[in-house]
């Protein structure tokens, strides 16, 4: 499914295919015709794509994935994720049906298609990931469903061919008490029936809306939805438990080994790339190491907790600096600035010590020595959360990392009242997401938390999409969206969005 583009394939590697056989073979490898809007992904692709749209395919849906898991983590309504999730999908994995007659369909489809299997590969690898994965894939196809043209459902439901039987009029008329109460309806109202065995339904049975009998589930029509959705997961089911067993197997190339461990790290957290641009943020006059105290409010925790730490000891120790200087450098602060900024930071230290320890590895960090040359001029990019909640735990005397995940439940949330989170209902929320390790939730739940008001005021106005505030995974954009927030109407358009370049790391 990957094109070759790049000559490090090894040429052992390649299939080698039978004169003969190629001659007389199908031609297996077409491009799909997508005819429904929905899939079921019993087909896997066949096509050859790029790398680059291999990966970021599949970080798109990641994306959708990870924030359809947010707004369950979040106890939003069904109503509520829908609304949500429409800028999202819009944004990263858009789905239009026949009659918007857009010119992409077939591209979009096919990039749902691929990067369902993309994802499929990276988490079929354990039983904890296939879970999760089918869990996430399941609603997003119910609010797919949900929202699909009606014409255009039916004909994909038809397309299906699953095996239910019709209830005959016969067996109705002998069930129709019972049907009846089953559905709660009145005895009169005409209704379709089907049957299927029980277990293909366990959630209609858990929630006592069919009627059980001999083995059977008797699924009035308006359940439709819930039959399919159900037929999807265990469809799915089956074929992640193939996949995973075929997994050893998998004679794929070096190149996808990495990509592959990446995107299933990214179920931590998932990554983002820091943009240029996060730098840029209007009405914010050029920083300075004198302005960081007061900005510092505007930090997430973990900046939070290094800054409160260099203050205390007047030092951090090499993986807090680094964490702090490249978040630093994030928001805009300039390397000479940088340099004073420590430099006065460490103010028990001798400036002979600051230049001959010190400085050089500040310097690095903004790519003004050492590195290669295409690090050369850029240095290393901001980590993201999902890098500083992968990375090993801090040892004695360290502060980096992300507090939500390094510090005791109970100093949390003493750290949480210190910086002013004092409801109690948010603290008992935040103690729940970080025992269950959402510690990227739990972040957000407090940034959501600090801003209510004007978050509130953004969505009332309008002024901000959805995308503006999607959740957050990037220490550098919980600044700057921190920072508009707090400063509305101050001159500034108060618009998180436009990505720049973006710096690799
Ligand atoms: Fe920082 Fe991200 Fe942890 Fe929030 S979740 S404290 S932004 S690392």
Redesign the pocket.
Same mark, same amino acid.
């Given at each position: 499914m990957i094109r070759h583009d790049y000559s490090r394939v090894d040429p052992k590697r390649r299939a080698n295919i039978d004169h003969k056989k190629k001659q007389f073979a199908k031609a297996e490898f077409q491009q799909q015709n997508y005819e429904h809007r929905l899939n079921f992904y019993v087909l896997p692709p066949t096509l050859e794509i790029t790398l680059e749209d291999f990966e970021t395919w599949a970080i798109n849906r990641l994306k959708v994935l990870s924030e359809i898991e947010a707004c369950s983590f979040r106890n939003r309504s069904p109503e509520e994720t829908a609304e949500y999730m429409k800028g999202i999908l819009d944004k990263h994995l858009p789905l239009r049906s026949d009659s918007s007659r857009s010119a992409s369909l077939q591209d979009e489809r096919k990039k749902d298609h691929y990067s369902h299997f993309i994802l499929r590969l990276a988490f079929s690898s354990t039983e904890d990931l296939r879970r999760r994965f089918s869990r996430l894939e399941t609603m997003l196809f119910r609010l797919r469903f949900k929202s699909d043209d009606l014409v255009e459902r039916q004909q994909f439901v038809k397309s299906l061919n699953l095996e239910w039987d019709e209830v005959k009029e016969d067996e109705r008329r002998e069930l129709k008490d019972e049907l009846a109460a089953a559905s709660g309806q009145k005895k009169g109202e005409e209704q379709e029936w089907f049957k299927v065995d029980w277990e293909r339904v366990p959630e209609l049975v858990e929630q006592r809306r069919v009627l059980l009998k001999r083995g059977k589930a008797y699924v009035p029509q308006r359940e439709q939805m819930s039959l399919v959705v159900a037929e999807f997961t265990r469809k799915l089911d089956e074929a992640l438990e193939l996949t995973a067993r075929a997994l050893p197997r998998l004679d794929e190339d070096d190149r996808l080994a990495p990509i592959l461990a990446h995107l299933s790290q990214s179920f931590t957290?998932p990554d983002a790339a820091y943009s240029t641009s996060d730098a840029n943020i209007d009405g914010l006059s050029a920083i300075t190491a004198s302005s960081i105290d007061s900005l510092s409010q505007n930090f997430? %925790?973990?900046?939070? @907790?290094l800054h409160s730490n260099l203050r205390e000891n007047s030092h951090l120790k090499h993986h807090g600096r680094l964490q702090y200087t490249l978040f630093l450098k994030g928001i805009g602060l300039s390397m000479d600035e940088c340099l004073l900024f420590w430099r006065r930071s460490f103010k028990l230290m001798t400036d002979d010590k600051f230049q001959k320890e010190y400085k050089y590895n500040i310097r690095h960090s903004y790519g003004d020595v050492g590195g290669d040359a295409n690090r050369r001029g850029r240095g290393y990019t901001p980590?993201?959360?999902?890098k500083? %909640?992968t990375e090993p735990l801090p040892g004695p005397g360290q502060t980096h990392?992300?507090?939500?995940?390094t510090f005791t439940p109970d100093n949390l949330l003493t750290m949480l009242q210190r910086v002013g989170v004092n409801e109690r209902d948010v603290l008992k929320t935040v103690r729940e997401d970080v025992g269950k390790q959402r510690?990227?939730v739990?972040? @957000?739940r407090?940034?959501e938390w600090s801003h209510k008001r004007e978050i509130k005021k953004v969505r009332d106005e309008g002024s901000w999409g959805v995308a503006d505030l999607d959740t957050?995974?990037?220490?550098n954009?919980?600044f700057k969206r921190s920072w508009l927030l707090k400063h509305l109407g101050e001159g500034n358009a108060g618009v998180v969005g436009g990505r720049g370049e973006k710096m690799e790391e």
């Amino acid at each position: 499914m990957i094109r070759h583009d790049y000559s490090r394939v090894d040429p052992k590697r390649r299939a080698n295919i039978d004169h003969k056989k190629k001659q007389f073979a199908k031609a297996e490898f077409q491009q799909q015709n997508y005819e429904h809007r929905l899939n079921f992904y019993v087909l896997p692709p066949t096509l050859e794509i790029t790398l680059e749209d291999f990966e970021t395919w599949a970080i798109n849906r990641l994306k959708v994935l990870s924030e359809i898991e947010a707004c369950s983590f979040r106890n939003r309504s069904p109503e509520e994720t829908a609304e949500y999730m429409k800028g999202i999908l819009d944004k990263h994995l858009p789905l239009r049906s026949d009659s918007s007659r857009s010119a992409s369909l077939q591209d979009e489809r096919k990039k749902d298609h691929y990067s369902h299997f993309i994802l499929r590969l990276a988490f079929s690898s354990t039983e904890d990931l296939r879970r999760r994965f089918s869990r996430l894939e399941t609603m997003l196809f119910r609010l797919r469903f949900k929202s699909d043209d009606l014409v255009e459902r039916q004909q994909f439901v038809k397309s299906l061919n699953l095996e239910w039987d019709e209830v005959k009029e016969d067996e109705r008329r002998e069930l129709k008490d019972e049907l009846a109460a089953a559905s709660g309806q009145k005895k009169g109202e005409e209704q379709e029936w089907f049957k299927v065995d029980w277990e293909r339904v366990p959630e209609l049975v858990e929630q006592r809306r069919v009627l059980l009998k001999r083995g059977k589930a008797y699924v009035p029509q308006r359940e439709q939805m819930s039959l399919v959705v159900a037929e999807f997961t265990r469809k799915l089911d089956e074929a992640l438990e193939l996949t995973a067993r075929a997994l050893p197997r998998l004679d794929e190339d070096d190149r996808l080994a990495p990509i592959l461990a990446h995107l299933s790290q990214s179920f931590t957290a998932p990554d983002a790339a820091y943009s240029t641009s996060d730098a840029n943020i209007d009405g914010l006059s050029a920083i300075t190491a004198s302005s960081i105290d007061s900005l510092s409010q505007n930090f997430p %925790l973990c900046m939070r @907790n290094l800054h409160s730490n260099l203050r205390e000891n007047s030092h951090l120790k090499h993986h807090g600096r680094l964490q702090y200087t490249l978040f630093l450098k994030g928001i805009g602060l300039s390397m000479d600035e940088c340099l004073l900024f420590w430099r006065r930071s460490f103010k028990l230290m001798t400036d002979d010590k600051f230049q001959k320890e010190y400085k050089y590895n500040i310097r690095h960090s903004y790519g003004d020595v050492g590195g290669d040359a295409n690090r050369r001029g850029r240095g290393y990019t901001p980590y993201s959360c999902q890098k500083i %909640l992968t990375e090993p735990l801090p040892g004695p005397g360290q502060t980096h990392g992300c507090p939500y995940r390094t510090f005791t439940p109970d100093n949390l949330l003493t750290m949480l009242q210190r910086v002013g989170v004092n409801e109690r209902d948010v603290l008992k929320t935040v103690r729940e997401d970080v025992g269950k390790q959402r510690y990227h939730v739990a972040c @957000n739940r407090v940034f959501e938390w600090s801003h209510k008001r004007e978050i509130k005021k953004v969505r009332d106005e309008g002024s901000w999409g959805v995308a503006d505030l999607d959740t957050i995974v990037h220490p550098n954009t919980y600044f700057k969206r921190s920072w508009l927030l707090k400063h509305l109407g101050e001159g500034n358009a108060g618009v998180v969005g436009g990505r720049g370049e973006k710096m690799e790391e």
